[in-house]
């Protein structure tokens, strides 16, 4: 009889290849997904950016806030919210 000689270091060529194939489609969708849940593909608008003035005014009945715009981007007032409040002072008296 005779004996069938085998190499058995190409045997596993196929699978490790497989394996490989696998991993790297793996992977290529793991990053198309983190880039996309990342922000890559964003389609937000950027927060305006400005400069104001703001001064309590205290003369007359009631108190008021001014606010003056002194450059920057423009800002949509029917976006914008303020929110404040106000805690009365009183200063001490002389003796």
Known sequence: MEKKHRDLSLEAVSPVIGVMLMLVV???IAAAVSAYAGGMVS?????????LDVQLKT????????FTHLGGDSLDTSELKII??????????RL
């Open 59 to 66: 003369e007359g009945t009631y108190p008021k806030l001014v």
């Open 84 to 93: 404040t409040y106000f805690r009365q002072y009183d200063r001490p008296q």
């Open 26 to 28: 793996t992977i290529i």
């Open 43 to 51: 389609d937000q608008e950027e927060t305006p950016t400005a400069q």
